[in-house]
């Protein structure tokens, strides 16, 4: 089974940035997607953020586009999720997860981070 491990996560003012890093021990270009989802205080857990494997196509939650960028490091192995412009309403706590086997079904989750996002 694929071990995901989220690094990244902190206390940053409102207007900062922050940089999640999810290390695999598999090869994270091979799985069919991996996503950053995040689930804050009283809320359901939702999709901030996925990417596909080959040529890599992205998607993002409304709430986050031109803010959020996920990418890939091949080399690195990782799937990183660049937050900028930082808004109190993003703090949560981030998980990390991979689709290995279907495109769109998460088969396997991170411990997740905590973000959080002072005013």
């Known amino acids: 089974q694929v071990q995901l491990v989220e690094s990244g996560g902190g206390l940053v003012q409102a207007g900062g940035s922050l940089r999640l890093s999810c290390a695999a021990s598999?090869?994270?270009?091979?799985?069919?997607?991996v996503g950053w989802f995040r689930q804050g205080p009283g809320k359901q857990r939702e999709l901030v953020a996925s990417i596909t494997s080959g040529s890599p196509s992205t998607n993002y939650a409304d709430s986050v586009k031109g803010r959020f960028t996920i990418f890939r490091d091949n080399v690195k192995n990782t799937v990183n999720l660049q937050m900028n412009k930082l808004k109190p309403e993003d703090t949560a706590v981030y998980y990390c997860?991979?689709?290995?086997?279907?495109?769109?079904?998460?088969?396997?989750w991170g411990q997740g981070t905590q973000v959080t996002v002072s005013s």
């Open positions: 997860a991979a689709a290995t086997r279907v495109l769109g079904l998460y088969d396997s």
């Open positions: 598999g090869r994270v270009f091979s799985f069919n997607a």
